[in-house]
């Protein structure tokens, strides 16, 4: 089967650095996505990593190894409106994207 | 301007009645989906259509069925309503990149369905 592995949840103190790791196992793989989803609103796009390496986009950077089917978003600096739901999906063999469960990431002052 | 929208925000009903959601996308984008969010937060495909072909997640009871008049709309109509179709129904839309590109998904706001 495929599926997708991130933590359920993390805390993490404003001003700091975190990072949130996601496993997947697929057939096929075409692309992974970093989304963030606020509570009670929708998903919006973070990143994209379809090759290896590091994608940097202001404070939010996005890491990709194919070869561990393996992932993390690392947030810098983080402020209160970080604290969001990060979900991992990854676009499968077929083009169809596989969603891990996402994963809570609460910022303390 | 809204890219991706759904009407209702909000939807309460009674078990056994029938109900429609709408989506409407003003992205230009060639494939719409939808999502069915539930308690655990997980974020389940359940049909994306492009004008060429429906895909559907099997796992998707047939009183499920999208409902597309043209390329800027999917609706999705749901019959006999029970209580496990409760939760939160997520549109989405994307354009197919001939590139290899990321193919990037945007969510409407999101219908939250309450059957009693």
């Known amino acids: 089967g495929q599926n997708i592995d991130q933590p359920t949840e993390m805390t993490a103190t404003e001003g700091a650095i975190v990072q949130i790791n996601c496993t997947y196992q697929t057939s096929g793989f075409n692309g992974l996505f970093w989304y963030q989803q606020h509570a009670g609103e929708a998903p919006t796009f973070l990143s994209y990593n379809v090759l290896d390496g590091l994608e940097e986009k202001g404070r939010f950077s996005s890491f990709l190894s194919r070869s561990k089917g393996y992932s993390y978003l690392l947030l810098k600096e983080l402020q209160m409106k970080d604290s969001a739901s990060y979900l991992c999906?990854?676009?499968?063999?077929?083009?169809?994207?596989?969603w891990g469960a996402g994963t809570k990431l609460i910022i303390k002052p | 301007d809204t890219a991706v929208s759904q009407t209702p925000k909000y939807l309460v009903t009674q078990m056994g009645n029938d109900k429609s959601i709408k989506c409407e996308q003003n992205l230009g984008h060639d494939t719409m989906y939808w999502y069915k969010q539930d308690s655990k937060k997980f974020l389940k495909i359940m049909f994306s259509y492009n004008n060429k072909e429906l895909i559907i997640n099997e796992t998707v009871p047939n009183r499920f069925s999208p409902k597309s008049p043209d390329k800027a709309h999917l609706n999705l109509h749901i019959n006999s309503l029970e209580l496990g179709d409760s939760a939160v129904y997520f549109c989405?839309?994307?354009?197919?990149?001939?590139?290899?590109?990321?193919?990037?998904?945007?969510f409407g706001p999101g219908t939250r369905l309450t059957v009693l």
């Open positions: 989405a839309s994307s354009q197919t990149s001939t590139s290899g590109g990321a193919d990037t998904q945007y």
């Open positions: 999906a990854v676009r499968d063999g077929n083009y169809q994207l596989i």
